[in-house]
């Protein structure tokens, strides 16, 4: 994404939040203070707040989003469970996968049991349902981030590279992670 436009996006009717999002080819979510909003690139904004109005979410255009916090820390989470948390900033990035890519089962290895849905996938591959990738990134300060209610939250301390692109996981459009992440 070289030139970005930012969106508050507003969620006010039921709809296929996660499909509209898989439907766009890579942007990042961010929630703060219980906003979302969603960067995508110029060339795509069109059509994402097309897609967004279809799926019950009115997508604002705002100027930029308020500077980060130099007192924050990194950290990373390993699912799209939402949490509340003042004065953290929740961020997922992206990236829709067609077809062919999510017909790709990352680590196949012989005699080794694959942890995927064959059914799903084949859904995939027959246009009922979309596939993606993601990683989360949080970032808070100290107390935060030490909290037990935060367990499944591991800081960044060492791989800067980390934040910028994080290790990817796969989910499905028909699950709603999105949608809850998001505070539907």
């Known amino acids: 994404m070289s030139e970005t436009v930012v969106l508050r996006l507003d969620v006010i009717a039921p709809g296929d939040i996660d499909w509209a999002i898989c439907s766009l080819p ?11 909003f969603l960067e995508c690139g110029a060339d795509v904004v069109g059509t994402a707040r097309t897609l967004l109005a279809r799926a019950g979410a009115r997508a604002v255009t705002i100027d930029t989003l308020p500077p980060r916090a130099a007192s924050l820390l990194p950290a990373r989470v390993s699912d799209l469970a939402p949490f509340d948390v003042a ?3 929740d961020i997922v990035t992206v990236r829709a996968l067609d077809a ?3 017909a790709r089962v990352p680590g196949r290895r012989p005699f080794w049991r694959p942890t995927h849905d064959d059914v799903r996938l084949r859904d995939v591959l027959r246009g009922g349902d979309r596939m993606f990738a993601w990683w989360r990134i949080v ?3 100290r107390q935060t981030l030490r909290r037990r209610a935060l367990g499944r939250v591991r800081p960044i301390v060492f ?9 990817e996981r796969r989910a499905y459009a ?3 992670a999105l949608a809850r ?4």
């Open 26 to 36: 890579a942007l990042r979510l961010e929630r703060r203070d219980r906003v979302a």
């Open 87 to 89: 004065d953290a900033i």
């Open 100 to 102: 062919g890519e999510a």
């Open 139 to 141: 970032w808070a300060d």
């Open 159 to 167: 791989d800067s590279d980390a934040v910028a692109h994080g290790q």
């Open 174 to 176: 028909r699950d709603g």
């Open 181 to 184: 992440w998001i505070g539907r």
